[in-house]
């Protein structure tokens, strides 16, 4: 089997290289990440450097400085041969860029990889050099479109919310509301080079939510209001305290008092989200109402979480854009109808939405 991408670039095969020589870096100008989980060594860029990206693992067999990168794969994952980048001289002031794999494909990967595996792969390598051609060139002529099955298979594996226990490092949570009637939390894990900043995740969380999320709190507000139970507004989402990377967001009603908490933890192999939930009621009709709400807050937080993960790791948007869609999102918790009053989430440069 033999794979090819490349591109010719208006810049110098040295300036180019050197982009090249960063590769699997904290600051790896090339790989699409975090739309797809970093490359990783166990050592500089070098030969004999063992490592990968995600499942698929490799080996650097060949390096020559600012032009070449040769990797034989691990046989264990289906693929015998090897994959190189390189970068080779193409005019006065211009390169060409190359990424070739030739391997022979064995066991589930004969299936695996015309099914999902090369739609993924060639979304990697076009991605790739859309970044190389901007970070050399300031521009990118075509941008790549993400054909639908790799969009798919991104948004598939950076939103798998799960159940979790409110985090004891939580502890602006915990000192706001220390005697909960309802409590509970749910994380995300996402790659390595989505933001840190609890303050973006609120964002993404509280004031980007799905439309079926809105059609339901909708809902609850036309139930509830015969009940007499008060109408907040959108301040509900505002942050009231933060501590590094926790943040605490909420509102005190007349028939409960109402905390949500973020907190980021990043680490090594990426960053896990989790958003808690901490609601004490102060009365009658705010125990009934708490009743009612433990049913459909798990399915709606997480709906709002996975949506969150996926757009941070969209390759049409940004990981971090410089402003949210302000969507007056609902808690369960207040009764304010959601309103748009922002355009839709910026576009990365030199992505197609």
């Known amino acids: 089997m033999e794979n090819v991408h490349e591109r010719v670039l208006a810049a110098p095969a040295a300036e180019v290289g050197r ?29 004999g450097a063992d490592g990968g990206h995600d499942s698929i693992r490799y080996h650097v067999t060949a390096y020559r400085p600012g032009r070449l990168v040769e990797c034989t794969f691990d046989p264990r994952i289906g693929l015998i041969g090897s994959h190189t980048f390189e970068v080779v001289d193409h005019g006065p002031g211009a390169c060409l860029v190359r990424h070739r794999i030739s391997a022979r494909l064995h066991g589930a990967m004969r299936f695996l990889w015309p099914a999902i595996v090369r739609s993924c792969h060639d979304a990697v390598l076009e991605h790739l050099l859309d970044n190389a051609e901007r970070a050399a060139t300031g521009t990118v002529a075509r941008p790549f479109r993400y054909p639908l099955r790799a969009r798919l298979a991104v948004a598939l594996s950076n939103g798998r919310v799960r159940s979790v ?83 605490v967001l909420g509102t005190d009603a007349g028939h409960l008092d109402f905390r949500a908490g973020i907190l980021v933890a990043p680490g090594p192999d990426g960053t896990t989200v989790t958003v808690s939930t901490h609601a004490t009621a102060r009365s009658r009709t705010g125990r009934a109402y708490l009743a009612l709400v433990r049913l459909a807050h798990p399915t709606i937080v997480k709906a709002m979480l996975r949506r969150a993960a996926r757009r941070a790791t969209s390759p049409t948007t940004t990981a971090t854009p410089a402003r949210i869609p302000t969507l007056a999102a609902e808690s369960p918790f207040s009764t304010t109808a959601p309103a748009l009053t922002e355009p839709a989430a910026s576009i990365a440069p030199g992505a197609t939405p």
């Not at 020589?21 to 100008?29: I, M, T, V």
């Not at 995740?201 to 939510?209: G, H, I, K, L, T």
């Not at 809105?214 to 008060?230: D, H, M, Y």
């Open 19 to 47: 982009l090249l020589d960063r590769l699997a870096s904290a600051d790896d100008p090339l790989w699409p990440s975090p739309t797809w989980a970093p490359v990783r060594f166990d050592r500089p860029l070098g030969v």
């Open 165 to 247: 226990p409110v985090p004891s490092r939580a502890a602006l949570l915990h000192a706001a509301l220390p005697h909960p009637d309802l409590a509970d939390a749910f994380s995300v894990h996402v790659p390595p080079g989505t933001s840190t900043d609890p303050q973006e995740w609120a964002d993404r969380v509280f004031r980007d939510p799905p439309a079926v999320v809105i059609a339901l709190l909708r809902l609850r507000n036309a139930l509830v209001a015969p009940f007499g139970i008060e109408r907040g507004d959108h301040s509900a989402f505002d942050t009231i305290d933060r501590d590094g990377p926790e943040l």
